[in-house]
């Protein structure tokens, strides 16, 4: 079956920067993308990754490797709003979004 | 960017009745839209997807007669909860993407919150 891994809860301190790690195991594979949900809300969506590597985008990074079926949502100099779930899902080899369960992070002062 | 409208962002029902809730692309158009429900500290979960003009296609375990979808514009996509029970309370939340490939982000609705007594 079809399956994607995240730790249920993070916490982190404002300023310091947390990893949230996704493994996943797919049909196929064409793409993982990274969405932030705040409580309440619909998900935004943060990032992409297709190819090997590091993709940056202001304090948000996001990782990814295919063979390791592995990502990680790296976030620096954490804000208080940052505090959210934040969910890996991967697009399979027939497009269908496969979500993971989400990682609830928690900043503290 | 592109934007989702979700309405009603909330709505409490009696049991038995239905409740219809709206999705709207407001600045391109969705070729494809999803509709999600969403537990307490769970996880997204695809209910059906729907192309403009043909019907929706159902998750297993989804009943189609209870959770009607209509996708009659390219802007517009529509679900009815039809006789609503108090195991239906969830949050709904649409999305709409304008083409089913590789890269293309799902955009979300704000969702909708349902609370049926």
């Known amino acids: 079956g079809q399956n994607i891994d995240q730790p249920t809860e993070m916490t982190a301190t404002e300023g310091a920067i947390v990893q949230i790690n996704c493994t996943y195991q797919?049909?196929?594979?064409?793409?993982l993308f990274w969405y932030q949900q705040h409580a309440g809300e619909a998900p935004t969506f943060l990032s992409y990754?297709?190819l090997d590597g590091l993709e940056e985008k202001g304090r948000f990074s996001s990782f990814l490797s295919r063979s390791k079926g592995y990502s990680y949502l790296l976030l620096k100099e954490l804000q208080m709003k940052d505090s959210a779930s934040y969910l890996c899902?991967?697009?399979?080899?027939?497009?269908?979004?496969?979500w993971g369960a989400g990682t609830k992070l928690i900043i503290k002062p | 960017g592109a934007v989702v409208s979700q309405h009603p962002s909330w709505v409490i029902c009696k049991s038995g009745t239905s409740v219809k809730i709206e999705c709207r692309s407001l600045?391109?158009?969705?070729?494809?839209m999803f509709w999600y429900r969403q537990f307490p500290k769970q996880s997204l979960m695809l209910m059906a997807t729907?192309?403009?003009?043909?019907?929706?296609?159902?998750e297993q375990g989804v009943e189609k007669d209870k959770f009607l979808i209509n996708h009659a514009s390219l802007t517009l996509s529509t679900l009815t909860v039809t006789s609503a029970h108090p195991e239906d309370s969830s949050f709904y939340i649409c999305?709409?993407?304008?083409?089913?490939?590789?890269?293309?982000?799902?955009?979300f609705g704000n969702g909708t919150r349902l609370t049926v007594t």
């Open positions: 600045d391109f158009q969705a070729t494809t």
């Open positions: 999305s709409a993407t304008a083409r089913v490939s590789g890269n293309s982000p799902l955009h």
């Open positions: 899902a991967v697009r399979d080899s027939n497009y269908q979004l496969i």
């Open positions: 990754n297709v």
């Open positions: 797919t049909s196929g594979f064409n793409g």
């Open positions: 729907s192309n403009e003009g043909s019907k929706a296609t159902y």
